[in-house]
């Protein structure tokens, strides 16, 4: 074999440093994805089933082996079924780490600067309830479609505007439960429910408001904005990251950089904000 080498008795090719390379990722990665939940311990009792599999078969136990083997084949499509949602944040994971998604042009990172979407009325609007206590949760659409999740809620399709923001999270609306999604700078849908992640590293402090956007952000690569009722902090999401206590500048700032790719300037201070949950 061309570029070959010889370690004792084992000839290793180039292809095979690949080879174990690509599966050393793609274990690390769901390795990643499954610590703190109860689906490792799953993956590593089919994984032991699956060594010892190997084992049995490459020893000629036939019976065992067909006993195991048959396991081995349904396991597979109950894993399918038992990993969903891992399989589900995965398959985005990889997604998300190609360039194709930094190629891909999302409608707002395309657009010139004067036309991008205005993020003044959701710095406003925050800035507003969180001074009068009132939960908030609004959830930006990137690259992932919400639409799943714009449908359990009311269908809106409004300009954005601080005035419509206040009056959907006023406590007395009948929209004011749930969560806003934003779509291509309007406002798609309001009273939607989101997935309230299981990560167990979640402070107890948090309450589901933050848990449904810590879940939005580990299954999608949406950015979102909390508002927390109990203690009137604003807070910003991604990825299973939560970025707490927010001040106005420090908000804008991170929006900008989360929604436009535009870095924070050196002097805007986002000192205070601390990034709790890791991903
Ligand atoms: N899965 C969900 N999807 C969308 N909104 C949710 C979900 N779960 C909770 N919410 C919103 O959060 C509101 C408050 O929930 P909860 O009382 O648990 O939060 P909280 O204790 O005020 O928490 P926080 O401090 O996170 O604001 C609900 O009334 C609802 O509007």
């Known amino acids: 074999m061309i570029g070959s080498f010889t370690v004792g008795f084992l000839r290793i090719g180039w292809v095979d440093v690949i080879d174990v390379?690509?599966?050393?990722?793609?274990?690390?990665?769901?390795y990643k994805l499954l610590t703190g939940?109860?689906?490792?311990?799953?993956?590593?009792g089919f994984m032991s089933i699956y060594l010892l599999y190997l084992?049995?078969?490459a020893t000629g136990m036939e019976l065992l082996t067909s006993i195991l083997g048959q396991f081995m084949s349904v396991g597979v499509l109950a894993g399918i079924i038992l990993f969903q949602q891992e399989?589900?944040?995965?398959?985005?994971?990889?997604g998300k780490a190609t360039a194709l998604d930094r190629?891909?042009?999302?409608?707002w990172r395309r657009e010139a600067a004067s036309e991008r979407m205005n993020i003044t009325p959701f710095v406003e609007a925050a800035k507003s309830l969180a001074g009068k206590q009132t939960g908030a949760l609004i959830a930006f659409?990137?690259?992932?479609?919400l639409k799943f999740f714009a449908d359990s809620g009311d269908l809106i399709d409004a300009t954005v505007s601080k005035r419509l923001l206040m009056s959907i999270f006023n406590k007395t609306s009948p929209l004011h439960d749930g969560a806003?999604?934003?779509?291509?700078?309007?406002i798609q849908a309001a009273r939607c429910i989101l997935p309230v992640s299981e990560n167990p590293d979640v402070p107890a402090s948090m309450g589901l408001r933050h848990r449904?956007?810590?879940?939005?952000?580990?299954?999608t690569d949406a950015i979102v904005l909390v508002v927390s009722e109990e203690t009137g902090q604003i807070s910003l999401v991604r990825g299973g990251e939560v970025f707490r206590n927010l001040a106005s500048a420090d908000l804008r700032a991170r929006l900008n950089e989360f929604l436009f790719d535009v870095a924070p300037k050196p002097t805007a201070s986002t000192g205070s904000t601390a990034a709790e949950v890791a991903a």
């Open 21 to 30: 390379l690509l599966v050393t990722v793609l274990f690390y990665q769901l």
């Open 37 to 44: 939940s109860v689906a490792l311990k799953i993956f590593l």
């Open 55 to 57: 084992v049995v078969k």
């Open 87 to 94: 399989i589900r944040r995965f398959l985005l994971t990889i």
């Open 103 to 107: 190629v891909r042009v999302f409608p």
């Open 141 to 145: 659409a990137m690259a992932s479609d």
């Open 180 to 186: 806003v999604i934003i779509t291509r700078g309007r």
């Open 212 to 219: 449904a956007a810590i879940g939005l952000t580990e299954v």
